[in-house]
């Protein structure tokens, strides 16, 4: 898969999961996160490229994380594993926590 595909992937999955999010601000968070995903069309250094599909990886995982929990919350089942490729506790230095 290359990475225009990945990213496109990377995109969809974060708004499936993104639309559970539980917060008041959730048309806000999302459209930061489509932002996001735009800066992607601009981006020439690898390094920079590396650095901002890491903080997109974290981004999706941090829904996917939020996404178990409403699902637990709702049917009382606990999700064990989220098959989690990405560890999710170390933020680079631009991140930003919603």
Do not use: C, W
């Amino acid at each position: 898969m290359d990475n225009k595909q990945k990213i496109l992937s990377m995109l969809r999955t974060t708004f499936k999961h993104g639309r559970f999010y539980p917060s008041q601000n959730r048309p806000f968070i999302l459209q930061g996160v489509h932002e996001h995903y735009e800066k992607f069309k601009t981006i020439t250094d690898e390094n920079e490229f590396k650095e901002h599909m890491r903080m997109a990886e974290m981004l999706l995982e941090h829904f996917r994380a939020s996404h178990a929990k409403v699902i637990e919350l709702r049917t009382g089942v606990k999700l064990t594993s989220l098959n989690s490729p990405v560890s999710v506790s170390k933020p680079g230095p631009e991140f930003t926590f919603f």
